[in-house]
């Protein structure tokens, strides 16, 4: 069935859908009402009194504590597998609500006076005829006249043990002796719609996830049966791997990834409570958005990353956990920054503890490992300098703005400037001190952007003759060969392998020209040459 | 930086359902700071006395544990002159399922059993161990002193 508006989806799961409400109550075993509901790991729940014994496992050795080592097979046809007896556990949550269902509709049952609708139970395909069995007429579903609605009513056969799991049923009017039949319809109706209310509230009581207080999205059971949001346990996770509630080690790998959801709860979540549960989903979505929108940009304040290169990371911090997440959620891109040592002033952030211009790096491969750490490889896609910042559930968010060079025309026009104007110096200073070098930066300035590039080079393939260590094969594998045709990037390729520290490779960040990424890098070389000599 | 649900229900339960003998009101200008103040148990030597603490619910709260102080002098083995406090559930043992009220009703109960061996304030737990009468009469008169409202 369809609903086409929300108003009408709260009638209609009470009054249209009864079946399926009952449905979600009921152990798809017994087909009673859930009796002490466990929670399995395949994400289903049965009552415990329909849990085959354990049996003990073999050819299981890790992890061998006892009530691992003990296995249960499922009941369940769709899934059948051994669950480890250490997984099956009370459905804490379910069963509070279960107690809470049924006092309710045993409140409920006293004050309903003659509402007759009779029932009839229509057998499922596979009930009627049963493989394996002898041959008999094809049994009959049960019916029944009860009274209190629709909804109460199917519950009502359910408890009596008349309505197998499978079985649809057929609701038809009986005439009551008080009303007629077209009153009738009309008070069932409302019968049915003040009867969800009360489950609706009872759900409401005991549905709220412990982390967030909000009812739960997305329910999750742990192993020791107690349920949270998915996405809260996830974050409990990143900080010990005990459950919240009852300290009980979880043994689930930190991602959750492939646990399955608590299906039951969740159907009967959505179908009572839909509209709460989209309000969550759009409370969420801003949630975990920056406070102010505009600060769109997680910020990982770790280490210098540079535009188009590599940047490895070992993930362990928890908030930088639920970052990774959420990266990996959306488009994948975080802004790398590093620390500021010095304390400096930032431009207008003031004395922040991280550096303002950083780089936009996007991860290409996430490795997760069991215990909620990551490796993670990204690569840098462009630079940044932040305009504003905020805190988001312990890391730093903050509004950026691309930096970026300056035109081509640009470029050439200031190569075009400086070379020529200190050509000309050059030329006046040499005619009058023949014996004198060139000022440093004066020669600097005199070179054209070519053979700046030339210069380092020649400088790196001299190097790498000379097998210095941090041109070796391993390094070059990781970083590329270097981009020589390529001023623009060349610079930072450098940077990647060049053993000096972060703060003097954080100037080429700042940079808007091809340039005066090239002139700093034939600085470091200089220096460098000179050391040696 | 938006308050998150828990934090704003978890006010409105304190403010609504208050439990006897503790407080926490919320500033108006951050509403992750609050005044607490925690009445000495009854049958303790910090009977009568109203300790003013300070409780801060840092931004990844509640993954991570409230951050709490007090600011009225106290004279207890498991708090510092700077107020700091030594409890588990503090710091290695919180889990997001407590909330302020139960650190706070932890708290007052620490008040009421003071642990000598796991000590914050080493001179307090010596003196605590050697004469625990003369301790107790101290922690007193300090009540008397500092946390008479």
Redesign the interface.
């Known amino acids: 069935m369809v609903d086409d508006e929300p108003s009408i989806r709260f009638a209609s799961a009470a009054h249209r859908q009864p079946r399926l409400l009952v449905r979600l109550l009921q152990c798809p075993q017994c087909s009673k009402p859930f009796n002490a509901p466990v929670h399995l790991p395949c994400g289903d729940t049965v009552c415990r009194a329909c849990l085959p014994s354990a049996r003990p496992r073999t050819h299981v050795s890790y992890p061998n504590t006892p009530d691992r080592l003990q296995s249960i097979v499922c009941p369940l046809p769709a899934c059948g597998a051994e669950h480890a007896a250490a997984e099956c556990c009370l459905d804490v949550t379910m069963n509070k609500l279960m107690e809470l269902i049924e006092l309710e509709m045993s409140k409920y049952r006293l004050p309903i006076g003659d509402t007759p609708t009779r029932l009839i139970e229509k057998l499922a395909q596979e009930d009627s005829t049963k493989v394996g069995e002898k041959e008999m007429e094809p049994e009959l579903g049960h019916e029944r006249v009860l009274h209190g609605g629709r909804l109460l009513a199917t519950f009502t056969m359910a408890q009596m043990g008349e309505l197998r799991y499978n079985s649809e049923v057929e609701y038809s009017s009986v005439q009551s002796s008080n009303l007629q039949l077209d009153e009738q319809q009309y008070e069932y109706e409302s019968l049915d719609i003040a009867f969800l209310v009360q489950l609706q509230e009872a759900a409401g009581e005991v549905t709220n996830c412990?982390?967030?207080?909000?009812m739960m999205l997305d329910p999750t059971t742990t192993a020791c049966g107690h349920t949270f949001c998915r996405r809260?346990l996830t974050?409990?996770m990143?900080?010990s791997n005990?459950c919240?509630?009852c300290?009980r080690d979880l043994h689930v790998p930190a991602s959750l990834q492939n646990k399955p959801s608590n299906r039951r709860l969740s159907s009967l979540l959505d179908l009572l409570c839909p509209e709460i549960l989209a309000d969550r989903l759009a409370?969420l979505k801003?949630?975990e958005q920056p406070?102010n929108e505009t600060l769109d940009t997680p910020l990982f304040v770790c280490t210098l990353a540079l535009p188009t290169m590599p940047t490895f990371l070992h993930v362990f911090e928890?908030?930088y956990r639920l970052m990774m997440r959420r990266c990996m959620d959306g488009n994948k891109r975080f802004g790398m920054v590093m620390y500021n040592r010095t304390g400096a002033p930032q431009g207008n952030l003031g004395p922040t503890h991280f550096l303002e211009y950083g780089t936009m790096l996007e991860i290409v491969n996430h490795e997760l490992l069991r215990d909620g750490r990551s490796f993670v490889e990204a690569r840098g896609v462009g630079r940044f300098k932040i305009q504003d910042h905020?805190?988001?559930?312990?890391y730093i968010v903050g509004r950026v703005e691309k930096v970026e060079d300056v035109s081509l025309s640009e470029e050439q026009d200031a190569e075009q400037g400086e070379t020529s104007g200190s050509h000309e110096y050059a030329t006046r200073f040499l005619a009058a001190n023949p014996d004198i070098p060139l000022p440093f930066g004066v020669a600097l300035d005199s070179m054209p952007t070519q053979e700046l590039l030339d210069f380092c080079m020649r400088f790196v393939n001299d190097m790498r003759r000379a097998s210095a260590p941090w041109l070796s094969q391993k390094i070059v594998q990781v970083y590329g060969e270097p981009p020589a045709n390529d001023p623009a990037l060349f610079p930072y390729w450098f940077a990647c392998v060049l053993p000096i520290n972060e703060e003097e490779k954080y100037r080429l960040l700042q940079t808007t020209r091809v340039r005066e990424r090239l002139k700093i890098v034939k600085t470091w070389i200089e220096r460098i040459q000179n050391q040696r000599r | 930086m938006s308050l998150s649900k828990r934090i704003i229900k978890e006010t409105q339960r304190l403010a609504e359902d208050a439990v006897p003998g503790i407080s926490a009101v919320p500033h108006d200008d951050n509403l992750r700071y609050f005044d607490v103040t925690i009445d000495g148990p009854s049958q303790s030597p910090y009977e009568g006395g109203v300790f003013k603490a300070e409780l801060f619910l840092p931004d990844d709260y509640p993954m991570t544990p409230p951050k709490i102080r007090f600011l009225t002098r106290i004279y207890h083995p498991n708090i510092d002159r700077l107020g700091r406090i030594c409890l588990d559930v503090l710091k290695s043992n919180w889990s997001p399922a407590l909330q302020i009220r139960t650190i706070l009703l932890s708290i007052q109960a620490l008040l009421g059993a003071p642990n000598p061996d796991d000590p914050l304030a080493n001179d307090v737990a010596q003196a605590w161990k050697q004469d625990e009468q003369a301790a107790i009469q101290t922690a007193r008169e300090w009540t008397e002193k500092h946390a008479k409202p």
Do not use: K, S
């Open positions: 412990l982390v967030c207080y909000n809260c974050r409990v990143d900080h005990i919240p509630l300290r409370a801003t949630e406070g928890p908030r905020g805190m988001l559930d312990g």
